[in-house]
């Protein structure tokens, strides 16, 4: 039997659409491999990119007793932190670069698709549909193709028409990546035999602010996965619940169900229905419980002043950069400081212009730090303060906790600032605050800390587990690229009416052709 030839490529960025355009330079910063470069990273000990890529390689090796029982043909494979819409002529051309590598691999007997599934170009809502019908119509007809996708993308008709089978996370954070890899190659597996699965699709007039999101116990979200994941049988091979992403604001948003069945669309489309039919009775639950600034500086004012009161964790889920923020808002670090917050430690506040100065002057001088000198986004408002410098370092670090987990990390050029007995780690390279290591590999000991404060949406739930209880975990209102509060944005092609935006939003099953 012929050694199976399977092409490895993929496309991902989560697009905020608020914030500023992205292009190369975005991507060449974060993640961009052209040929083997893909596999050299999957298997490596602590690889840099997406785990899911790791989970199909490790289980394509076990399925076909190792690495030279089938033939990875990996093509080219780019991402960059969340961001704006991506530049026309970059993704332009990477489409036709990756047609090319791809038409010159033919022929290929599978391809899997390594994607986020949220992006916007300046040009199109559905860049990510473009990648789609660009490998169908490059491989043919008759080729199975596999594509694992966040939770937090936006099905296009265009992608389901174009990839047998989307397999979205059923983890948020994100901790369930290599297993979806692995769940793509043993369903690529049952194609490569002759399978053609079926799928149906329900997308719900419900976009879920991003906080309500969670798939921990007690969550909405976690319900309606669990709910999905026990329809699973020898009939039904995927449900994917998919929340999409709402910032990057396009006429595919809203709530969506993928339901795939081996042999039966109709058993597919039911349990769509059935699951849709559940998540919009649920509809209310899907409210943000934040607190406000001056709730969170009076909690932590209190924790540095009485020991005998449990640390706490703040959370910035209006700046995350994992949805497209800056990064650099200073509201939360300039009310604590003002009001003499101590024994408190901030990750991560992106200012490459703070590092060079603060890296200039180094460990120990005390600088006039100036916070978004070098920042033209209006939210990112500056911020002076007298700061010593702790620590300078290179940025590279090994994560041993959440989605940073045995990966290699790199925050680029970073230091430690105390402003005030306010530890702030100031990076270079744009990024959310995943994990605890993003403290502890800065020489900051979290457990000195009587206070926290994390620039991240929700995915630092997972670094931080260790840590903190969910009780001592608050998340702050304040402004921000990525607001839960979603009445503050101008949204234009959002599909309106939509809850929670529109309250009197009605949607029924009957609807369904």
């Given at each position: 039997?012929?050694?199976?030839?399977?092409?490895?490529l993929?496309?991902?960025?989560?697009?905020?659409?608020?914030?500023?355009d992205c292009?190369e330079?975005?991507?060449?910063?974060r993640?961009?491999?052209?040929?083997?470069?893909?596999?050299?990273?999957?298997?490596?000990?602590a690889?840099v990119?997406?785990?899911?890529?790791?989970g199909?390689?490790a289980?394509?090796?076990?399925?076909?007793?190792g690495?030279?029982?089938?033939?990875?043909?990996?093509?080219?494979?780019?991402?960059?932190?969340?961001?704006?819409?991506?530049?026309?002529?970059?993704?332009?051309?990477?489409?036709?670069?990756?047609?090319?590598?791809?038409?010159?691999a033919?022929?290929?007997?599978g391809?899997?698709?390594c994607?986020?599934?949220?992006a916007?170009?300046?040009?199109?809502h559905d860049p990510?549909?473009?990648?789609f019908?660009?490998?169908?119509?490059?491989?043919?007809?008759?080729?199975?193709?596999?594509?694992t996708?966040?939770?937090?993308?936006?099905?296009?008709?265009?992608m389901?028409?174009?990839?047998?089978l989307?397999?979205?996370?059923?983890?948020?954070?994100?901790?369930?990546?290599?297993?979806?890899?692995?769940?793509?190659?043993?369903?690529?597996?049952?194609?490569?035999a002759?399978l053609?699965?079926?799928?149906y699709?329900?997308r719900?007039?419900?976009v879920?602010p991003?906080?309500?999101?969670l798939?921990?116990?007690?969550?909405?979200?976690?319900?309606?996965?669990?709910?999905?994941?026990?329809?699973?049988?020898?009939?039904?091979?995927?449900?994917s619940?998919?929340?999409?992403?709402?910032?990057?604001?396009?006429?595919?948003?809203?709530?969506?169900?993928?339901?795939?069945?081996r042999?039966?669309?109709?058993?597919?489309?039911q349990?769509?229905?059935?699951?849709?039919?559940?998540?919009?009775a649920?509809?209310?639950?899907?409210?943000?419980?934040?607190?406000s600034?001056d709730?969170?500086?009076n909690?932590?004012?209190?924790?540095a002043?009485?020991?005998?009161l449990?640390?706490?964790?703040?959370?910035?889920?209006a700046d995350?950069?994992?949805?497209?923020?800056?990064?650099n808002?200073?509201?939360?670090?300039?009310?604590?400081?003002?009001?003499?917050?101590?024994?408190?430690?901030?990750?991560?506040?992106f200012?490459?212009?703070?590092?060079?100065?603060?890296?200039?002057?180094?460990?120990?001088?005390?600088?006039?730090?100036?916070?978004n000198?070098?920042?033209?986004?209006?939210?990112s408002?500056?911020?002076s303060?007298p700061?010593?410098?702790?620590?300078?370092?290179?940025?590279?670090?090994?994560?041993?906790?959440?989605?940073?987990?045995?990966?290699?990390?790199?925050?680029?050029?970073?230091?430690?600032?105390?402003?005030?007995?306010?530890?702030?780690?100031?990076?270079?390279?744009?990024?959310?605050?995943?994990?605890s290591d993003?403290?502890?590999?800065?020489?900051?000991?979290?457990?000195a800390?009587?206070?926290?404060?994390?620039?991240?949406?929700g995915?630092?739930?997972?670094?931080?587990?260790?840590l903190?209880?969910?009780?001592?975990?608050?998340?702050?209102?304040?402004?921000?690229?990525t607001?839960p509060?979603?009445?503050?944005?101008d949204?234009?092609?959002?599909?309106?009416?939509?809850?929670?935006?529109?309250?009197?939003t009605?949607w029924?099953?009957?609807?369904?052709?």
């Amino acid at each position: 039997m012929a050694v199976k030839r399977i092409a490895v490529l993929g496309f991902s960025l989560e697009s905020n659409r608020f914030s500023p355009d992205c292009g190369e330079a975005d991507f060449r910063e974060r993640s961009f491999l052209v040929g083997d470069e893909i596999s050299l990273d999957a298997r490596a000990e602590a690889p840099v990119h997406d785990t899911s890529m790791c989970g199909f390689y490790a289980e394509m090796d076990r399925l076909h007793g190792g690495p030279d029982g089938w033939q990875a043909v990996p093509i080219r494979f780019i991402a960059s932190m969340p961001a704006g819409p991506v530049e026309e002529a970059f993704f332009n051309q990477f489409i036709a670069d990756t047609r090319a590598d791809l038409t010159a691999a033919l022929p290929v007997d599978g391809v899997y698709i390594c994607e986020h599934g949220g992006a916007i170009a300046t040009h199109t809502h559905d860049p990510d549909g473009v990648v789609f019908e660009m490998v169908r119509q490059t491989v043919g007809p008759d080729v199975p193709i596999v594509a694992t996708l966040d939770l937090h993308c936006n099905i296009s008709d265009e992608m389901q028409a174009a990839v047998n089978l989307m397999i979205g996370y059923r983890s948020n954070p994100h901790i369930d990546q290599f297993e979806r890899g692995q769940e793509a190659a043993n369903a690529l597996q049952e194609m490569l035999a002759g399978l053609r699965p079926y799928s149906y699709r329900v997308r719900l007039p419900l976009v879920a602010p991003s906080t309500t999101q969670l798939t921990a116990d007690g969550y909405p979200y976690g319900d309606l996965i669990k709910r999905g994941q026990e329809k699973i049988d020898d009939e039904i091979m995927n449900v994917s619940a998919v929340t999409g992403f709402a910032f990057a604001d396009t006429p595919k948003n809203g709530l969506t169900i993928i339901v795939t069945a081996r042999t039966d669309p109709a058993a597919a489309k039911q349990v769509a229905i059935d699951l849709a039919t559940a998540a919009w009775a649920d509809r209310e639950r899907y409210v943000p419980a934040l607190i406000s600034l001056d709730d969170a500086v009076n909690k932590a004012l209190a924790v540095a002043a009485d020991a005998a009161l449990p640390a706490l964790l703040f959370a910035d889920p209006a700046d995350n950069p994992g949805g497209g923020g800056r990064g650099n808002t200073a509201y939360i670090l300039e009310a604590f400081h003002r009001a003499g917050v101590t024994n408190c430690a901030l990750t991560p506040f992106f200012d490459a212009a703070l590092v060079a100065q603060a890296t200039a002057a180094g460990e120990g001088a005390v600088i006039q730090a100036e916070f978004n000198r070098a920042e033209t986004q209006p939210l990112s408002l500056p911020y002076s303060a007298p700061a010593t410098v702790i620590r300078v370092s290179d940025g590279a670090f090994i994560g041993g906790f959440g989605m940073a987990a045995g990966k290699t990390m790199n925050t680029g050029p970073t230091v430690v600032l105390d402003v005030g007995g306010i530890l702030v780690v100031v990076i270079s390279r744009r990024q959310q605050g995943l994990s605890s290591d993003y403290f502890t590999a800065f020489g900051i000991d979290t457990a000195a800390m009587r206070s926290l404060v994390v620039k991240s949406r929700g995915h630092f739930r997972a670094g931080f587990k260790h840590l903190f209880d969910p009780e001592h975990i608050h998340e702050i209102d304040v402004p921000g690229l990525t607001s839960p509060i979603l009445s503050r944005f101008d949204w234009q092609y959002l599909p309106r009416p939509v809850y929670p935006l529109d309250q009197n939003t009605q949607w029924s099953p009957t609807a369904i052709d």
